[in-house]
């Protein structure tokens, strides 16, 4: 069984179009968060939601909008995207963000390529 | 802030070497460290972790020290395979950031037969 899934696993596009990412968790964990990994693999933090609420937003540009229909889903949509916004893209959950022993669990990242 | 330093890769060793990377991190209060794996074209799983000073996690014959006095969390591993070929992170989750993950750069390992 997936514990966190992403949909699509690679997405290639043009730059200006609008897509989106899907996220989905079956751990019935509380947070659902988005990562971005660069092309040098630097990991950075873009949003963090607890129960459907945002609770982070890591001074990521408007064009990127995450929605959380409910708390096992985050979906991440960017509208005009831009060359720098190819990365791989990874969804993460955990059960209590108030806890600093919490775990997070990733999803198998999707690889975005905007051309 | 928080930050997290590791040794820049590539590490390459032969099998059944001996593996240390390095990690170093700077945090405000008592963060968790964390060790993550990412296998070529997969996501990122948990490794160990240590939650408080001088706990030790462990786990695939890969191990890890919280070392408060000398801020480090090394991950260390008697004898590797070419299986564990993979990209390593480093992490902290600190209450002042939120508990958010702050990760290192990572350190690429490659394992030759």
């Known amino acids: 069984d997936t514990a966190v899934s992403q949909t699509p696993k690679y997405l290639v596009t043009q730059m200006g179009n609008d897509k989106s990412i899907k996220c989905e968790q079956n751990?019935?964990?509380?947070?659902m968060y988005w990562y971005k990994q660069d092309s040098k693999k630097f990991l950075k933090i873009m949003f963090s939601?607890?129960?459907?609420?945002?609770?982070i937003n890591e001074t990521v540009p408007n064009r990127f909008s995450p929605k959380s229909p409910d708390k096992a889903h985050l979906n991440l949509h960017i509208n005009s995207l831009e060359l720098g916004d190819s990365a791989v893209y990874f969804c993460?959950?955990?059960?209590?963000?108030?806890?600093?022993?919490?775990?997070?669990?990733f999803g198998p990242g999707t690889r975005l390529t905007v051309l | 802030g928080n930050s997290v330093t590791q040794m820049e890769g590539p590490v390459t060793l032969s099998e059944e070497a001996f593996l240390t990377i390095n990690c170093t991190y700077t945090?405000?209060?008592?963060?968790?460290l964390f060790w993550y794996v990412q296998y070529p074209g997969e996501g990122l799983q948990l490794l160990l972790k240590?939650?408080?000073?001088?706990d030790k996690g462990s786990n695939k014959g890969f191990e890890a020290t919280y070392r408060k006095e000398t801020t480090s969390f090394h991950l260390e591993k008697g004898s590797v395979q070419v299986s564990d070929s993979a990209v390593y992170f480093c992490?902290?989750?600190?209450?002042?950031?939120?508990?958010?993950?702050?990760f290192g750069g990572g350190t690429r390992l490659m394992v030759k037969p």
């Open positions: 993460a959950s955990s059960q209590d963000v108030l806890s600093r022993t919490d775990t997070q669990y």
């Open positions: 240590a939650t408080k000073a001088d």
């Open positions: 945090a405000t209060g008592y963060p968790s």
């Open positions: 751990l019935g964990h509380d947070t």
């Open positions: 939601y607890n129960n459907k609420e945002l609770i």
């Open positions: 992490a902290l989750r600190a209450p002042t950031a939120g508990n958010m993950l702050t």
